[in-house]
């Protein structure tokens, strides 16, 4: 994840530069954690390929309440409750109150269908330290894409009724051709809703992502889109609105983001790239976690192909940091063994070969990433020959 308006902070002398750890590092992760399956929605872009039934083998409250304990006990400080739905597991929010008596930074991950008059008194007094709630588009492409009728609206309700409530609030959107023309008015509804963050996700191939590969955004449409993010996070930096203005799931948009400062504020460049290069690009492995609903942990949320241990049967201090699944050793290299255009980057040291996941379902986690959509000239090759016989576009 690229914290975009801490860097703009960062640069405009409102706020220290962001604390980075060593890129690669073996410490304790934030924590994604899917505590159940089952989804009231069946979205196309769905990573756990969820759906409203009951899924075997999950852990009950023992268990997780013993996860939590287990992540407290690696030194775990950031803690993030997804699903599936997690709203839909009764002893969601006992959770989350369990995780906050332990001092962890707890967000809540959800689709907002499900937050309502009944049950936002509850969620409140959990307090939360961030609820995101996904809106990838207007009302009409929002339920297409997310297959509920309706579901606009009453995700925004949810955005309304935490706001009320004082809840720290952020909008995600999965960035695909069909809501890139509508992201202009998606950032408006931040203003319109009082709302806080902003996270732009691209599309990772993995899920029911991976068999929706084909309305990823074009590449032209993703550097339009990174752009309009930039300029309203730098417009909101300069107003002095403390919103904040994240992407994921492709971390060339760091590289992105310094040649916007170069031609905007050039003097500001060479503070910027060495930000850049101390945060260090992609983390999975490293500085993020998955868990998914049966215990089973993973790189991060798009690494369900690859299990590196379970809670049930060993400590997660253990599988995370002491004994490490080799994977995750070689995730933790940097700059990785990546091929081809990445390989060959100047500014691989920037975005670390960018997630593999988008590699892997190509058939080679450390090929180049299909979805990097800077140019070759960017990256520093001139002669597509230097890489082989791929043909670059």
Not at 9 to 22: C, D, F, V
Not at 173 to 191: G, K, W
Not at 286 to 299: K, M, R
Request: glycine content about 8%; some cysteine.
């Amino acid at each position: 994840m690229m914290r975009i308006s801490s860097y703009l902070r960062a640069i405009a002398g409102q706020a220290p530069e962001p604390r980075a750890a060593k890129p690669g590092s073996t410490r304790a992760p934030v924590v994604i954690w899917n505590t159940l399956r089952r989804c009231n929605l069946t979205c196309k872009h769905c990573y756990s390929t969820s759906a409203d039934i009951d899924f075997k083998g999950e852990l009950d409250t023992a268990e997780a309440l013993d996860v939590i304990d287990q992540l407290h006990e690696a030194g775990v400080k950031v803690l993030v409750l997804s699903g599936g739905e997690p709203l839909m597991r009764p002893d969601i929010l006992q959770l989350a109150k369990y995780a906050r008596d332990y001092g962890f930074y707890v967000a809540l991950s959800t689709n907002g269908t499900l937050i309502n008059d009944s049950n936002i008194e509850e969620i409140a007094d959990c307090d939360f330290d961030y609820v995101g709630i996904s809106i990838d588009g207007l009302p009409d492409i929002h339920d297409e894409f997310r297959r509920m009728k309706g579901g606009f609206d009453a995700a925004m309700n949810g955005v309304r009724l935490c706001r009320e409530k004082n809840l720290k609030v952020g909008l995600r959107t999965t960035l695909t051709q069909h809501n890139y023309p509508q992201l202009p008015a998606l950032l408006d509804l931040m203003r319109e809703y009082d709302v806080q963050k902003y996270y732009l996700s691209h599309l990772n191939y993995s899920g029911r992502g991976k068999r929706n590969q084909s309305v990823d955004a074009h590449r032209s449409m993703t550097r339009s889109a990174m752009t309009q993010i930039f300029e309203r996070a730098w417009e909101d930096v300069q107003r002095g609105v403390e919103t904040d203005f994240v992407s994921g799931n492709n971390d060339a948009d760091g590289v992105l983001l310094l040649q916007w400062i170069k031609e905007k504020m050039p003097e500001h460049a060479e503070q910027m790239e060495r930000m850049l290069r101390a945060w260090g690009g992609n983390a999975s492995g490293a500085g993020i976690a998955n868990i998914d609903n049966l215990g089973d942990v993973h790189p991060d949320t798009y690494w369900w192909q690859h299990t590196v241990g379970n809670v049930r049967e060993r400590r997660f201090a253990d599988i995370w940091l002491h004994q490490p699944d080799p994977l995750l050793t070689e995730l933790r290299q940097h700059p990785r063994p990546v091929k081809g255009r990445c390989g060959q980057c100047q500014w691989l040291a920037v975005c670390n070969g960018n997630t593999r996941t988008r590699a892997w379902a190509q058939g080679d986690m450390w090929a180049e990433d299909p979805g990097c959509y800077l140019t070759d000239e960017e990256i520093g090759l001139q002669q597509p020959e230097l890489i082989g016989a791929v043909e670059l576009t």
